[in-house]
């Protein structure tokens, strides 16, 4: 599933698994055995390089839900998908 989204959200970016690794300063082959998903067990420090390539954030690509079109909407409007400040008890009482 996770290679999945993040196959998705770099086709949807008009990215090549070339350009991504460039981005991300990985190897090539790894992207693709990560889009394979011969690589189940993804560091977060390589999703997170991943997710900042492609404009989305870690929960996106993580998450099990979604179609293609949140794919799109993802890379075309990054901010949309960006987790909202949590303020705390005493700064929502102020």
Known sequence: MLG?????????????QEQLAAATGLKQ???????RGGIKD??????????RA?????DFLLSAE????DTSAATSAPSRHRPKSRRT????QE
């Open 89 to 92: 008890k005493t700064e929502a």
């Open 4 to 16: 999945q989204r993040i196959k998705s959200a770099r086709e949807a970016a008009e990215m090549t």
């Open 66 to 69: 979604g179609t293609e079109d």
């Open 42 to 51: 993804v560091m977060a420090e390589t999703l997170l390089r991943i997710a």
């Open 54 to 58: 492609l404009h989305v954030t870690t």
């Open 29 to 35: 082959f790894h992207i693709s055995r990560i889009e």
